[in-house]
């Protein structure tokens, strides 16, 4: 099981607790990296919504 799996059967508490980890670490991050994160994060909020 590769990480996007795992990603995706992610529950929701899961994906919420990981991007506010994101988020207090981004500043840490060097400008190029934090990006690719802010992206990421995006992703994972995107994810954590209830499909309709």
């Known amino acids: ?4 799996e795992r990603n995706c059967e992610v529950k929701f508490s899961d994906a919420r607790r990981e991007s506010q980890v994101i988020i207090g ?3 840490r991050f ?3 990296q934090r ?6 994060l995006s992703f994972i909020i995107r994810s954590e919504a ?3």
């Not at 099981?1 to 996007?4: E, F, G, S, T």
């Open 1 to 4: 099981m590769n990480l996007d």
């Open 25 to 27: 670490l981004l500043p």
């Open 30 to 32: 060097p400008m190029q």
């Open 35 to 40: 990006e690719i994160w802010t992206a990421r």
């Open 50 to 52: 209830p499909q309709r």
